[in-house]
């Protein structure tokens, strides 16, 4: 069987890579006539606005919507939540209110009578050792209350040949903390759904317009909903204003809004406002870790440990420690992960969930390595490759000849110092020149001008405060106690 080859061609042959396309949707974006699920406005439609909870940890004690039925304009509440209901992070969603105008759902949810039990609460997704000393009532299936810890331990623990007798052999040890904060998604569209009924006609009884990355798939989440068959709901996204993994389901609210829809026999158009859009319908999780890395001399690592945690809100699951370190395999390694419940929002898929903090956490460790043993990294990662786990190993002619061809488009070898030599301090910047003031530059008479601080590339000069980079190159606070040995 002769073999295929495949290969891009001559630039100039191109009929599309290298040239100026025209986006088809472009016009529609830039003149504004792309309509969103936001922008949605059938005749007769309803506008929600949401009551949401504003305590980190509370109980619902009271919840009377009645007061909100009763003002003009307002057709129906829909709840999210009911009385002695947990509300675990501000935000939160507990009502809805459906109006003629969204001024109107204001109104109703203003005038919705809500108490709540407040309960203590951890927010702090990296005080590993703080999260440990805090616990949480929690009821068992008997009804007994029963303390319980915030914190999941060993939810990953894994050894791999003999890591601390690999860390005492080799001929350099880095010690390193590292992580990434958790992270709204912030899209510009918020979620969101605009549904409508059409129950006496042919065709779909169930149209929602939804801000959605998953248009195959959310109608079959409507229909499992309300009993229907996947053909009788039709989902509709023509343009959406971002999603990055956090728009795949139909959600509570675009539940909400199609059942709101239902009750009043009016189309209704339910959008998360901005501060809820923060909270609520996800965040990429947390990762924070202590790594040890040992190495030869030649920069072939012998040994990983790394100790990581986060949080994933009320869930309280870390990163996934069965794919650290990232894309590689060392002989001798331990991972320990731990997870965090804290009283944030949930969690949701961020571009390869998982992948950006493993990636980050490893590559950054992995780079100080090569800083201590004054390497370059790009030939300290080609001197690893030969561990590259089993779904990255097949890849591994692939990474290096990506290495070179970067190293080569960006002038590295040229361009490259190692941590401290050569970096450019605002501090040790030479003045600039100052010019003659401006009157004295069209011949006007004047006196001499004030004395200017002159500016530095970063501001005025001043002594070097918290942001100047340290004697390794890094800006203070940027990685802390980062600690290596030989």
């Not at 959605?212 to 023509?238: H, P």
């Not at 990581?308 to 650290?324: E, V």
Request: hydrophobic fraction near 35%; charged fraction near 25%.
């Amino acid at each position: 069987m002769a073999e295929r080859t495949i290969s891009w061609g001559p630039r100039d042959a191109h009929k599309l890579i290298g040239t100026e396309t025209t986006r088809l949707d472009g016009v529609d974006k830039a003149s504004g006539f792309a309509k969103y699920t936001a922008d949605m406005n059938q005749e007769g439609t309803l506008y929600a606005r949401l009551l949401t909870c504003k305590h980190a940890n509370a109980t619902i004690t009271r919840l009377n919507v009645e007061p909100a039925k009763k003002v003009a304009g307002v057709h129906t509440v829909y709840l999210f939540k009911n009385e002695g209901d947990d509300c675990n992070w501000d935000g939160d969603i507990v009502a809805a209110v459906a109006a003629e105008t969204a001024d109107i759902a204001e109104d109703g949810v203003r005038a919705i009578e809500v108490s709540f039990e407040e309960k203590p609460h951890f927010v702090d997704e990296q005080d590993l050792q703080g999260a440990r000393k805090v616990t949480v009532k929690v009821k068992k299936n008997d009804g007994e209350l029963v303390d319980e810890s915030i914190v999941k331990e060993e939810i990953v623990d894994r050894t791999v040949g003999d890591p601390d007798k690999a860390i005492a052999d080799a001929d350099v040890v880095h010690e390193g903390y590292y992580g990434i904060h958790t992270i709204s998604h912030m899209c510009l569209e918020p979620h969101g759904a605009h549904c409508s009924w059409n129950e006496g006609d042919d065709g779909p009884k169930l149209i929602a317009r939804h801000s959605t990355q998953a248009v195959s798939t959310t109608g079959k989440q409507f229909a499992s909903k309300f009993g229907l068959d996947a053909t009788d709901v039709r989902v509709v996204c023509n343009f959406i204003g971002g999603g990055f993994g956090s728009k795949f389901a139909a959600d509570e609210w675009g539940w909400a809004a199609a059942q709101m829809s239902k009750d009043t026999g009016r189309p209704v158009r339910l959008m998360l406002d901005r501060p809820t859009e923060l909270k609520t319908p996800g965040t990429r999780p947390s990762g924070f870790g202590k790594v040890t890395i040992a190495a030869k001399k030649n920069g072939v690592i012998t040994a990983w440990k790394s100790h990581h945690w986060g949080t994933s809100g009320p869930q309280g699951r870390p990163i996934d420690g069965n794919q650290m370190p990232y894309v590689f395999d060392f002989e001798n390694k331990h991972v320990l992960a731990t997870g965090i419940k804290t009283n944030c929002g949930p969690n949701r898929a961020w571009r390869a969930p998982n992948h950006p903090q493993l990636c980050a956490i490893t590559d950054t460790a992995m780079t100080d390595m090569a800083a201590k043993l004054k390497m370059d990294p790009v030939d300290f990662y080609k001197a690893n490759l030969g561990q590259l786990d089993k779904v990255a190993k097949e890849n591994g002619d692939l990474y290096r000849a990506q290495l070179d061809r970067a190293s080569d488009l960006m002038s590295w070898k040229k361009n490259f110092h190692h941590h401290g030599e050569g970096g450019w301090r605002c501090s040790q910047a030479r003045p600039r020149r100052r010019s003659a003031p401006l009157g004295r530059q069209i011949g006007e008479v004047r006196s001499r001008s004030p004395t200017v601080r002159r500016r530095g590339r970063s501001g005025f000069h001043r002594k070097p405060g918290p942001w100047h980079r340290n004697s390794d190159g890094h800006r203070n606070g940027a990685r802390r106690n980062v600690r290596t040995s030989s």
